[in-house]
């Protein structure tokens, strides 16, 4: 089945600098790559997705981009604000259903 | 328009006893899906439904399984429990099948005691 990985697990940046999560998966049949953002306490946020047939996508200070050939895709958020910091996941799916498979989170800090 | 709702929002359960979870989707979504949130694995797919029918099942035991009503609410059940499944168990709605966004409840917070 699929497996995504993630990296890396903890990031730490200052205010207004740029953050960079990887994921790389296994399937090549994946074709929708979501991003969730969850605060402590909270449900997972869809923030921004990407599918297989599109390279680049971005929504304001969040960016992501999708290397099919490599099986990769990163999330990219620019001028880094402290709301910013919460755990990313990174997911993929495959075929005809709504199976998710995610990444194991990352714990973004954006320091003052 | 409302957002998936998830009842209840904390649970304490007794090793061996059952406990069923409840999830209504967005309204006009068809598709749920369930995860099982823990420390250790992370974000866990453990099924999918669409028109009454489950489309999808993870890794997990037979103890786990679940359920979808005509108007497209639905449960999940685990029997038997174990101090292993104490997690936070998220339900996601989909409008359909594969093709669309998943947008997630907030949980229900199971401790097994």
């Known amino acids: 089945g699929e497996n995504v990985e993630q990296h890396p697990s903890t990031l730490s940046v200052q205010e207004g600098d740029s953050a960079v999560i990887k994921c790389t998966y296994s399937?090549?049949?994946?074709?929708?790559f979501p991003w969730y953002k969850q605060e402590l306490g909270k449900r997972p946020q869809l923030i921004i997705d990407?599918?297989?047939?599109?390279g680049e996508k971005k929504d304001q200070r969040i960016a992501v981009t999708l290397n099919k050939t490599a099986k990769h895709f990163s999330l990219h958020i620019t001028e880094t604000q402290p709301e910013d910091s919460a755990v990313y996941f990174c997911?993929?799916?495959?075929?005809?259903?709504?199976?998710?498979?995610f990444g194991t989170g990352t714990q973004l800090k954006v320091e003052l | 328009k409302a957002g998936v709702t998830q009842t209840p929002r904390y649970l304490i359960k007794t090793r061996g006893q059952q406990v069923t979870l409840s999830c209504s989707p967005i309204?006009?979504?068809?598709?749920v899906s369930w995860y099982q949130q823990t420390p250790g694995q992370g974000l866990q797919f453990l099924f999918e439904?669409?028109?009454?029918?489950?489309?999808n099942k993870g890794n997990f035991p037979g103890r786990f399984s679940g359920r979808q009503f005509s108007n497209s609410r639905s449960e999940m059940n685990v029997s038997t429990l174990e101090l292993g499944d104490s997690a936070l168990y998220l339900c996601?709605?989909?409008?359909?099948?594969?093709?669309?966004?998943?947008?997630f409840g907030q949980g229900t917070r199971l401790t097994v005691v």
């Open positions: 996601a709605s989909s409008l359909d099948p594969g093709n669309t966004e998943a947008f």
């Open positions: 399937d090549s049949a994946s074709n929708y």
């Open positions: 990407i599918r297989s047939n599109v």
């Open positions: 997911a993929a799916r495959a075929g005809g259903g709504n199976k998710l498979t």
């Open positions: 309204s006009g979504h068809r598709s």
């Open positions: 439904y669409f028109s009454e029918t489950q489309r």
